[in-house]
């Protein structure tokens, strides 16, 4: 089984990570590919900078992001492979999926209210249109520890 895991190192993808290592356990033969992608606006740059030096620091970004998702992939046994791209981020993921064959896309959402969702659309909701194979969202909920001490 081949596990597309598109990784920002935010709270929602560790949580599709977690998820999709879970489901890499119950398969002899599983690998999980752990893809980051970078551009002008995750790299918070200006596009007047030279198309290389962009690409470098989003190698650099990428590299950094994904050295723990790697790491908890060979604590957890589970074959994985780091992909780092630059590019629009949901047709990067797509495209990728489509290269390397992936049987199915695990990625974390926000949890955008619907409006806001709406409005701005998310890359979630834009990979789910496109993606030709099975795409599992991963939300992000609070901890037990968090409920309780909203109810209680």
Same mark, same amino acid.
Do not use: Y
């Given at each position: 089984?081949?596990?597309? %895991?598109?990784?920002?190192?935010?709270? =929602? !993808?560790?949580? &599709?990570? $977690?998820?999709?290592?879970? #489901? /890499?356990?119950?398969?002899?033969?599983?690998?999980?590919?752990?893809?980051?992608?970078?551009?002008?606006?995750?790299?918070?740059?200006?596009? %007047?900078?030279?198309?290389?030096?962009? =690409? !470098?620091?989003? &190698?650099? $970004?990428?590299?950094?992001? #994904? /050295?723990?998702?790697?790491?908890?992939?060979?604590?957890?046994?589970?074959?994985?492979?780091?992909?780092?791209?630059?590019?629009?981020?949901?047709?990067?993921?797509?495209?990728?999926?489509?290269?390397?064959? &992936?049987?199915?896309?695990?990625?974390?959402?926000?949890?955008?209210?619907?409006?806001?969702?709406?409005?701005?659309?998310?890359?979630?909701?834009?990979?789910?249109?496109?993606?030709?194979?099975?795409?599992?969202?991963?939300?992000?909920?609070?901890?037990? &520890?968090?409920?309780?001490?909203?109810?209680?």
């Amino acid at each position: 089984m081949k596990l597309l %895991i598109p990784f920002d190192g935010s709270a =929602a !993808a560790a949580h &599709a990570l $977690a998820h999709a290592l879970h #489901l /890499a356990e119950h398969s002899a033969d599983s690998l999980l590919i752990l893809l980051n992608v970078q551009n002008v606006q995750t790299l918070g740059l200006s596009d %007047i900078l030279p198309r290389e030096e962009i =690409a !470098a620091l989003g &190698a650099e $970004a990428s590299e950094a992001l #994904l /050295a723990k998702p790697v790491c908890q992939c060979g604590i957890a046994g589970i074959r994985c492979a780091a992909r780092a791209e630059h590019g629009p981020v949901a047709e990067t993921i797509v495209q990728v999926a489509r290269e390397t064959k &992936a049987d199915q896309i695990v990625m974390g959402t926000r949890g955008l209210g619907r409006l806001q969702g709406l409005v701005l659309g998310s890359v979630a909701t834009q990979v789910v249109h496109l993606a030709d194979v099975p795409v599992t969202l991963v939300k992000e909920t609070k901890s037990k &520890a968090a409920r309780h001490s909203a109810v209680g």
